[in-house]
C-alpha cells in the first residue's frame, strides 16, 4: 500500500505563503484522487482541497478557494501539492494529504490511506 508523507509546513506571518507537498513512497500515487484536509486545535478534521489525479478536475473547500491551489507533478506522477496564498491565523493546523479511491470527495471517511501531517502555524 502505497504511504504518502507530507512537507513544507513551518511558521509564516500573515499574508505570507507556503507550499506543502505529499509525496507518495514506494509506488507510483494510484488513487482516483489526493486530497488535503486541516486540523486545528480542538477542532474536528476539515476538508481542504481535492484533485482526481489523472485528470485536472479540482474541488476546495469555500474558506480556501482563491487562496489555496492544489496540483500535482505530472512528471514524476508520485507528488502533490497544496500552494497556500494569503494565509491567514485561521488557516494555522496541521495538514495532511489523504488518498481516496473516490472522486474530489470532501468526505474524510472516504479517504483510505493518511499522512502523517505537517503543520502550520500564521502568526499576526
Known amino acids: 500500500q502505497v504511504q504518502l508523507v507530507e512537507s513544507g509546513g513551518g511558521l509564516v506571518q500573515a499574508g505570507g505563503s507556503l507550499r506543502l507537498s505529499c509525496a507518495a513512497s514506494?509506488?507510483?500515487?494510484?488513487?482516483?484522487?489526493m486530497g488535503w484536509f486541516r486540523q486545528a486545535p480542538g477542532k474536528e478534521r476539515e476538508f481542504v482541497a481535492a484533485?482526481?489525479?489523472?485528470?485536472?478536475?479540482?474541488?476546495y473547500a469555500d474558506s480556501v478557494k482563491d487562496r489555496f491551489t492544489i496540483f500535482r507533478d505530472n512528471a514524476k506522477n508520485t507528488t502533490g501539492y497544496l500552494q497556500m496564498n494569503s494565509l491567514q491565523p485561521e488557516d494555522t493546523a496541521v495538514y495532511y494529504c489523504?488518498?481516496?479511491?473516490?472522486?474530489?470527495?470532501?468526505?474524510?471517511?472516504?479517504?483510505?490511506?493518511w499522512g502523517q501531517g505537517t503543520p502550520v502555524t500564521v502568526s499576526t
Open positions: 514506494g509506488r507510483t500515487f494510484s488513487s482516483n484522487s
Open positions: 484533485i482526481h489525479w489523472r485528470g485536472s478536475s479540482t474541488h
Open positions: 489523504a488518498a481516496s479511491p473516490h472522486l474530489l470527495s470532501p468526505v474524510l471517511g472516504l479517504y483510505n490511506v
